[in-house]
């Protein structure tokens, strides 16, 4: 009922940026996008929360990429955005893009591979 697209993963030198974008689509009106979020799962490593913005934008951060990383939301979109910056090596991962919609849904994208070389 709800399709996240993801785009913007790549491989970067430590140091460099990306950006990441998620579209949300959904198939039925009577949904509405709440909340949206990026989370990250590197190998044998838990997925864990980076960043999450609600629909009136606030915003909350992960320790590691407080002041690195920016994440927006364009609501007339459904998208939502993760500059990243100052990358790191331990960056690396499987970036994943989640929206939480009203009625209640919890919706996950198919995940962009970041890969940050030293």
């Known amino acids: 009922q709800v399709q996240l697209v993801e785009s913007g993963g790549g491989s970067v030198q430590a140091g460099g940026s990306l950006r990441l974008s998620c579209a949300a689509s959904?198939?039925?009106?009577?949904?509405?996008?709440?909340?949206m979020g990026w989370y990250r799962q590197a190998p044998g490593k838990q997925r864990e929360l980076v960043a999450a913005?609600?629909?009136?934008?606030?915003?909350n951060y992960a320790d590691s990429v407080k002041g690195r990383f920016a994440i927006s939301r364009d609501n007339a979109k459904n998208t939502v955005y993760l500059q990243m910056n100052s990358l790191k090596p331990e960056d690396t991962a499987v970036y994943y893009c989640?929206?939480?919609?009203?009625?209640?849904?919890?919706?996950w994208g198919q995940g962009t591979q970041v890969t940050v070389s030293s």
């Open positions: 959904t198939s039925r009106s009577i949904f509405r996008i709440n909340d």
């Open positions: 989640n929206a939480r919609t009203i009625p209640w849904g919890d919706y």
């Open positions: 913005i609600s629909s009136a934008g606030i915003t």
